[in-house]
T-cell receptor
C-alpha cells in the first residue's frame, strides 16, 4: 500500500482558498486518492476521491497530475468551521471490491478570523 | 449519517483482561474495518472484513482478533489487553464494489491500566 506525505499543519484566514498538497510516490495503477476530514472526538468524514485530472464536488476540488505521484486538495473560501485535520490517503482495491487504505498523520488546518 | 454504532463508547480495563468492542451497522454494507488512532499516527488499519466470516489483517493486527458472523456486526477482540493498546478505536463501513467512500463510527476510547 502506498504511503502518503503531507504538511503537518497549515494556517489560513476566513474567506481564503486553501490548498493542501500530498505526495504518494508509490501509488499503483489501480489505486485511488481519497481525502477525509476529521473534527475532534469524531470519526473521519469523506470529502472527495479521484483517480486522475480534476474532480470537484460541492465542498472541494481535487487536482491530480498525470504522473499521479501527488495530489492537491483545494478548499474554496474556508470558514472557521473548516478547522480540522485533513487526511490524504491512497486506497488500494482488495478482493472483488472494497478498498484498503493507509491514513497518514494528516494536516491540521487552523482557520483564523 | 450512516447507520453505524460502536459500543461501548468508553471503557477502562486492566492489563491482561480480554476486551471486545462491537461495531453494528444498519446499512447492509459488505465491507467493515477497524482502525486505531493514536497521537502522531493518524488512523491505522487493524483488521477488515469483506463479508460474513471473511476477514483479513491490516497493518497493526498483532494482539487483535476479529469476527463477523452477521453482516451487521463486526467484533474486535483484544485477547489480553496491554497498555500499548490504549487508543481510540474507529469502525468504518463501505459499500462495494468500487467505492472508496467509507463511513466512520464515533469511536471507542479504550484505556488499559
Amino acid at each position: 500500500l502506498a504511503k502518503t506525505t503531507q504538511p503537518v499543519s497549515m494556517d489560513s484566514y476566513e474567506g481564503q482558498e486553501v490548498n493542501i498538497t500530498c505526495s504518494h510516490n508509490n501509488i499503483a495503477t489501480n489505486d485511488y486518492i481519497t481525502w477525509y476530514q476529521q473534527f475532534p472526538s469524531q470519526g473521519p468524514r469523506f470529502i472527495i476521491q479521484g483517480y486522475k485530472t480534476k474532480v470537484t464536488n460541492e465542498v472541494a476540488s481535487l487536482f491530480i497530475p498525470a504522473d499521479r505521484k501527488s495530489s492537491t486538495l483545494s478548499l474554496p473560501r474556508v470558514s472557521l468551521s473548516d478547522t480540522a485535520v485533513y487526511y490524504c490517503l491512497v486506497a488500494s482495491r482488495v478482493g472483488t471490491g472494497g478498498f484498503k487504505t493507509i491514513f497518514g498523520a494528516g494536516t491540521r488546518l487552523f482557520v483564523k478570523a | 449519517d450512516a447507520g453505524i454504532t460502536q459500543s461501548p463508547r468508553h471503557k477502562v480495563t486492566e492489563t491482561g483482561t480480554p476486551v471486545t468492542l462491537r461495531c453494528h451497522q444498519t446499512e447492509n454494507h459488505r465491507y467493515m474495518y477497524w482502525y486505531r488512532q493514536d497521537p502522531g499516527h493518524g488512523l491505522r488499519l487493524i483488521h477488515y472484513s469483506y463479508g460474513v466470516k471473511d476477514t483479513d489483517k491490516g497493518e497493526v493486527s498483532d494482539g487483535y482478533s476479529v469476527s463477523r458472523s452477521k453482516t451487521e456486526d463486526f467484533l474486535l477482540t483484544l485477547e489480553s489487553a496491554t497498555s500499548s493498546q490504549t487508543s481510540v478505536y474507529f469502525c468504518a463501513i463501505s459499500p462495494a464494489p468500487g467505492d472508496t467512500e467509507a463511513f466512520f463510527g464515533q469511536g471507542t476510547r479504550l484505556t488499559v491500566v
